[in-house]
C-alpha cells in the first residue's frame, strides 16, 4: 500500500502502540497527562506562600541545574505539590536566562514527589541562602509586612466549655 499524503494515515490510539511494545519485547510506556500550554492566572495565595516566594528571591535562577531542582522540589515540599508552589517555582525560575517555559517547569514540577524518607525541605533553600550571605530570618519579615492589619478578636480560652448535650464548644458570659 502507497500513500500519497500523510492524511492517508489512520490514526492509532495508545492501546495500539503499548500492544506493539509488547509483541517487540518493551514494557508499555508510561503516559503522562497532559500538560497545560499556559500556568493559572489567579491564584489564591495562602498566607505562607508569599513568605516562600520572598524566601527564594535572592537565589539566581539560573544556578546549577542540581540546585535549581533542590529549590523545586522544596518549594514542592512546603506547598505539598500545590499550584500555588508551582507558580511561585515559575515566577522564580521565569527570572533567569535559561527559563525554558512554563510547561517544562510544570513538567519538572509533576514529577516531584514528597514521599520519600528523607525529602529537600525548605531548611536547605535557608542553607543556601546562608552560604550566599542572605539573613533568611530578615527575608521572611520582609514579606510578613506586605499584609494589612485586620482587627481581630481575642477569646480566653477559659471562657470556652463544653456543652454536655451537644459536645459544641460554647463561650460563656457571651453571645454565642
Known sequence: MHLKHYSELTEVGQLFIDAVGRNNGRDPQRTLPPARPIRPTT????????SLAALIKPLDPDMGYDNWLRVGMALHHATDGSEEGLV??????????????FTDIEYKWRTFKNCCECPVTIATVIWMLREQGHDSSYIGIEAESQFENCETEVIDPSDISVTPDSGAPCIQGGAA
Do not use: E, H, Q, R
Open 43 to 50: 491564584v489564591l495565595m495562602n498566607t505562607c506562600f508569599p
Open 88 to 101: 511561585i517555582f515559575d515566577d522564580w525560575s521565569a527570572g533567569g536566562i535559561k527559563y525554558p517555559g
